[in-house]
């Protein structure tokens, strides 16, 4: 059989793009005569960006084949699409059911309307309770505002971007993030949106069985007028927590620790080293957290790493990375001690921009201080111990990448 011949119609006067498309589609039997490549060089722009700008001169039809659907004559904007149809005879695969674009993409919108109204029944927001502000401790509430804080609008306070999309990080460490929006939704303070976008969700056999929790967008439940009422209640407990030292200590040292680690992995990965698995960088960090700040160990963590280096070099050893990062957490943990049994006064150490203040973080240092870093530098007990008192704590979302210069190692 022959191939179908394409029929270009003009939608330019102007003889050199017509030139140019007829190029585009000129074939040698199955074959593309000229690259896309070339043709876009002569336009000066990106090959990609091709077929779209050719599309505004021509309109390509192949002639005789007309769509299943619609049954108009096919036509294409790209040679990708029209391929199928172009293939010698016997073609090497089945060709499919010739369909025009339009109706690839009525059925494709077809396709997701079906898919969005699945979502939007089984995710319907009224079918969960809404918010309890007297629900949850101290961290679904520290947690809740931090969440809010940076992914809520104020057109619409009912309304929280997806984890993934937020600039700030919200919690110091990744897997923390997603910990705790589980912890928020079974509280059910969020729910996940129903206008997430369809990859949001995790699909079997068609239906939306379970969602991505860095992916959804999501929704407080509830009446949007009482949002605000809620979040004054939340504000004031969390504002309370003082007063409840035990419970403090535990949402504290939840944070400082996984601040700590994420710092440490930071200095180990700047000079190429792998972070330590398992107990023992728990145990040592753990250990640490009893005697210093954060801010000071940052300083203790930082040097670390090029003090072991240095060990290495003058012992003329060639340790493996891993034996190095191991060294520098043993490093870490001597300097920690030394400092305890010698009564030394360390210097506090800075955040780095790359490994930037989280929202929680600065929340609670807000919350127990008045202050975004005093739990940092001066530890828990130290921000409690300052002449303070907490009057309305005011949540302000920090400065992409708010940081200090690298500590001098
Ligand atoms: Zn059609």
Same mark, same amino acid.
């Given at each position: 059989m022959d191939l179908p011949k394409i029929d270009l119609e003009f939608l330019t006067e102007d003889e050199r793009l017509r030139e140019l498309c007829r190029r585009y589609w000129r074939r040698d039997g199955s074959r593309w005569v000229e690259a896309p490549s070339h043709i876009a060089q002569e336009l000066g722009i990106g090959g990609s960006e091709l077929p779209a700008r050719l599309a505004e001169y021509s309109t390509a039809h192949l002639r005789g084949v007309t769509c299943s659907?619609?049954?108009?004559e096919l036509t294409f904007s790209k040679r990708s699409n029209a391929r199928p149809y172009l293939l010698p005879d016997p073609p090497p695969r089945p060709t499919p059911p010739a369909e025009c674009e339009a109706c690839i993409d009525a059925r494709q919108a077809e396709a997701e309307k079906r898919a969005r109204d699945k979502v939007e029944a089984r995710?319907?927001?009224?079918k969960f309770d809404p918010t309890d502000p007297y629900g949850g401790g101290v961290r679904e509430v520290l947690f809740f505002l931090a969440l809010h804080a940076l992914g809520s609008t104020d057109d619409d306070p009912t309304r929280i971007q997806s984890i993934h999309s937020?600039?700030? *990080?919200?919690?110091?460490a990744g897997r923390l993030n997603l910990s705790l929006a589980n912890v928020l939704f079974e509280q059910g303070l969020i729910v996940p949106d129903? $206008?997430?976008?369809?990859? $949001?969700f995790f699909w079997e056999s068609d239906e939306p069985t379970q969602f991505y929790v860095d992916k959804v967008s999501w929704v407080v439940p509830?009446? *949007?007028?009482?949002i605000p009422a809620v979040l004054r209640i939340l504000r004031d407990r969390l504002r309370d927590a003082r007063l409840n030292v035990p419970e403090l200590e535990h949402v504290w040292h939840e944070i400082a620790a996984a601040e700590l680690h994420e710092f440490l992995a930071f200095s180990l990965d700047v000079r190429g080293l792998p972070c330590p698995e398992g107990e023992r960088i728990t145990q040592v960090i753990n250990m640490a957290l009893r005697h210093f700040p954060v801010a000071h160990l940052f300083r203790a963590a930082w040097g670390a790493v090029p003090k072991t280096e240095k060990w290495e070099e003058e012992r003329g050893l060639e340790l493996s990375p891993e034996s190095l990062a191991n060294g520098a957490l043993t490093f870490f943990e001597n300097s920690v001690n030394t400092a305890v049994e010698r009564g030394w006064h360390v210097q506090p150490g800075f955040r780095n921009p790359r490994c930037p203040q989280s929202m929680v973080s600065k929340m609670l240092s807000q919350a127990v201080a008045?202050?975004?870093?005093a739990i940092f530098t001066l530890g828990l007990e130290g921000a409690l111990a300052l002449d303070w008192s907490p009057s309305e704590p005011q949540a302000t979302v920090p400065e992409e990448l708010d940081g200090q210069p690298d500590p001098p190692s």
């Open positions: 659907s619609c049954s108009r995710y319907e927001v009224s937020l600039k700030v *990080p919200l919690t110091p129903p $206008a997430s976008p369809l990859d $949001a509830g009446p *949007p007028n009482e008045g202050d975004d870093e």
